[in-house]
């Protein structure tokens, strides 16, 4: 069963664009990617997107459909209306290098700012044990693929290209948060996400939680609890009385 969709797909490079119409055969079964390729090789061969694996596990695809972000190899075309006209934009965050293609580059620079995993020097590797609940407390942040999608949706910089140089996104402060909640992990990451990363930025508005295709529950889970880790140590009385008196028996 097949029938035929109106897409609106933006063409254009660099910060100059516009959305151009297209009506596309659509058969049972398919995804907005396929359609896309279908537009590549029957309509548009210089239509430009980033793919992969096709399965949403790469994370490549992410797009804009009808003003959300998606990956366009996982949203159905079954989920619209044949009448329905669909809306394909780039990733409105990050600069267009052509049609659908973002450079995404600001995000591996935050990733590159980010300190690696940092053991104690006394314990060796194969040395590590873990209790099941530190496992457990971090285990769904492994789950992400970098789609970008969450830093794509996030308002601090969708809307505020200023706030680019400060704030590292949702993506990478959830890195930092499963760096902290590690048992073996040295490394101080509260001050450094205040400071360094730009924690003090999220309003929890969960929109990142919301668009994640692997449905981790970043706000909820690794930013305000690590929020509240960074406020306790720095506004607690009781903490800030004992960071006093370990100092002064240290000094």
């Not at 009448?83 to 394909?88: A, G, L, P, R």
């Not at 902290?180 to 509260?190: G, I, L």
């Not at 309003?203 to 994640?212: G, M, P, Q, S």
Request: glycine share 6%; aromatic share 8%.
């Amino acid at each position: 069963m097949s029938y035929k969709a109106k897409f609106r797909v933006w063409r254009g490079e660099g910060g100059e664009g516009k959305l151009e119409d297209f009506t596309v055969e659509v058969n049972e079964g398919e995804v907005v990617l396929d359609i896309i390729h279908r537009l590549q090789a029957t309509q548009a061969p210089d239509l430009a997107v980033r793919w992969n694996c096709k399965a949403g596990k790469c994370g490549s695809c992410s797009m804009e459909i009808n003003g959300k972000p998606r990956l366009g190899c996982m949203t159905r075309m079954s989920t619209f209306t044949e009448e329905e006209v669909i809306t394909v934009t780039p990733m409105r965050t990050f600069p267009v290098i052509k049609d659908l293609v973002c450079d995404v580059s600001f995000n591996y620079q935050k990733a590159r700012e980010v300190p690696s995993f940092t053991p104690p020097k006394d314990v060796r590797p194969g040395e590590y044990r873990m209790k099941q609940v530190d496992v457990e407390r971090s285990q769904e942040f492994r789950k992400c693929i970098e789609c970008f999608m969450c830093n794509n949706v996030c308002h601090v910089i969708r809307d505020h290209e200023e706030n680019k140089a400060a704030f590292s996104g949702p993506r990478f402060l959830m890195r930092i948060a499963e760096l902290d909640m590690h048992p073996y992990d040295v490394a101080d990451r509260q001050v450094s996400a205040q400071e360094d990363h730009g924690l003090g930025y999220c309003n929890i508005t969960k929109c990142c939680t919301e668009v994640c295709p692997e449905h981790i529950k970043i706000t909820d889970n690794a930013l305000i609890p690590m929020k509240e880790r960074v406020v306790d140590r720095k506004y607690d009385p009781l903490v800030w009385l004992g960071n006093k008196i370990f100092k002064r028996s240290s000094s």
